[in-house]
């Protein structure tokens, strides 16, 4: 692992982790998306790639001036994050994938909520994506008793996210893991987009992935 760049002489409110796996055509837009979502908010960015294979880096070195940039073999999106929250400053720490289907305006919306919730998750009441993912987010949303579990745009009190479970992809269920903790969580609504650029990194091997993972955590 590499960090690049860093910033940031005192310690920002909001700390927006983003992985990025192959989204090189995304980056520049994602970067002025939130510069503009988050222009009257202190923040720092920090981007994880994820062992890309395209110019993801390239990009990222580009156009993410000024944000923390991490680089990582290829280990997947739960990993990804996790690297990243070690980097990070932030009280409040935010996720949100790096493919543009995450309107990062919406982080507003989350921060709306910080002050009375430990954890504020984006719910796609009208994601976006095909029927056979959304038919399977929403089987393991509901066996779990959630709207949209699996959502990647979530907000966090930084001690909450510190505690969380982390173990390869167990912070998939990180709504569970904190209801259950006792701690206030809120599924609030938010805007989800097509997917404009590459390819959905899900096939049949992470939706077993999942089904492993479910049933490891009932014996937490």
Avoid at 12 to 18: E, G, N, Q, W
Avoid at 72 to 81: F, I, R, T, V, Y
Avoid at 113 to 133: C, F, I, M, N, P
Avoid at 184 to 212: D, Q
């Amino acid at each position: 692992m590499r960090v690049y760049s860093r910033h940031c002489m005192k310690s920002p409110f909001v700390s927006v982790l983003l992985p990025v796996y192959n989204e090189a055509k995304s980056i520049s837009k994602l970067y002025t998306e939130l510069k503009i979502a988050l222009i009257d908010i202190d923040h720092e960015l920090i981007f994880i790639n994820d062992g890309s294979t395209d110019s993801s880096f390239i990009q990222i070195q580009k156009y993410a001036r000024g944000a923390i940039i991490i680089s990582l073999p290829h280990q997947g999106k739960w990993k990804a994050l996790e690297q990243g929250y070690g980097h990070a400053h932030g009280n409040v720490i935010v996720t949100c994938d790096s493919d543009l289907q995450d309107d990062p305006k919406e982080m507003r919306r989350l921060l709306e909520y910080a002050k009375k919730y430990d954890v504020v998750s984006g719910w796609r009441k009208s994601r976006q994506d095909s029927l056979l993912k959304r038919i399977a987010a929403q089987l393991g949303s509901t066996v779990f008793g959630f709207h949209d579990m699996n959502s990647s745009l979530k907000l966090f009190k930084r001690e909450v996210f510190e505690k969380l479970p982390k173990e390869k992809s167990l912070l998939r269920f990180s709504l569970y893991f904190a209801k259950r903790s006792g701690l206030k969580v809120i599924e609030v609504p938010v805007v989800h987009r097509r997917r404009k650029f590459g390819k959905s990194k899900f096939g049949v091997t992470k939706y077993v992935g999942i089904l492993y993972d479910a049933l490891r955590i009932q014996f937490l």
